[in-house]
């Protein structure tokens, strides 16, 4: 999965989003509760993980995330860009203002390893 470069090198902080709903057309906000913080090398390690991320074939579905990232470079600054992984359809939608046009919409493989990692880490950042 391809992910903005600059906004990547630039990224200091994740917060781990369970989505409620939404969001209903691209680049809309996430609405749901931030139910964890990857910080430094775990934040690394969560976007080198990402992008490891293969490419799946597309599938029809309702796009419903589930689960969604905020990257942040400075603690009071706005997000660097936002993500919204959707296991049902396998699509992730990206926005935010370093995410350029051609990396909006992506296909993943729901069930690659990668895949299924990445949404072990989601459900471990959640409180039981």
Known sequence: MQLPTEAVAATTRIDVVRIGA???????????NVVGRWEGPEASAALTLIRKLPTAQQTLCAFAPGWGIRAYGAPAAPPLFEAAFCYGCDKVWLWGPQ??????????????PNAQYLLLRFREAAPP
Request: net charge negative.
């Open 22 to 32: 939404g969001p209903e057309q691209w680049g809309d906000p996430m609405t749901g």
């Open 99 to 112: 995410v350029p046009d051609h990396l909006g919409r992506q296909d993943f493989a729901s069930d690659s």
